[in-house]
């Protein structure tokens, strides 16, 4: 089973599947704010657009986070493979199983866990540059990388 093309395939569509959803969820809320007639209660309408405009703000840091991690994705070489633990490595351990892409967390698939952690989290940072055989132990367990994918 090749896993490693099948979580990056899951992530590539998660994340585009989020960048779209923020994008209407964007452009409605901006359609919404300037359709709004203005009330003869000025406060409320103008309170109305400040909540609108809130929204849309938010919605675009989270924007600008997934259009991140969508660049992150891109610079995966999904072909390469890693003789050490590097972005785009499929790491088996005896304490579960890590693709190093994005901070995503756990994907279920087909009935197989992964977590998906960026190499800045806490766990890619120690696991960074180790190879099959390699220990290290993170939060009071050993973690053996037993194969790299």
């Not at 395939?9 to 359609?31: C, F, G, R």
Request: net charge neutral; aromatic share 6%.
């Amino acid at each position: 089973m090749d896993w490693k093309h099948k979580i990056f395939q899951h992530l590539n569509e998660q994340v585009d599947e989020k960048i779209a959803t923020l994008q209407k969820t964007i452009l409605s809320a901006q359609e919404a704010r300037n359709n709004e007639t203005k009330s003869s209660a000025g406060d409320k309408f103008e309170t109305g657009r400040a909540m609108m405009q809130r929204e849309i703000e938010n919605n675009k840091v989270q924007l600008g986070a997934a259009l991140n991690s969508k660049g992150e994705l891109n610079q995966i070489n999904i072909e390469k493979r890693n003789t050490t633990i590097d972005k785009g490595s499929l790491v088996i351990t005896n304490q579960g199983k890590y693709f190093i892409s994005i901070g995503i967390g756990k994907v279920v698939l087909e009935e197989e866990t992964f977590f998906c952690i960026s190499m800045i989290s806490p766990i890619g940072k120690m696991l960074r540059g180790k190879s099959e055989g390699d220990e290290v132990e993170f939060r009071g367990k050993k973690i053996v990388v037993v194969e790299l994918v």
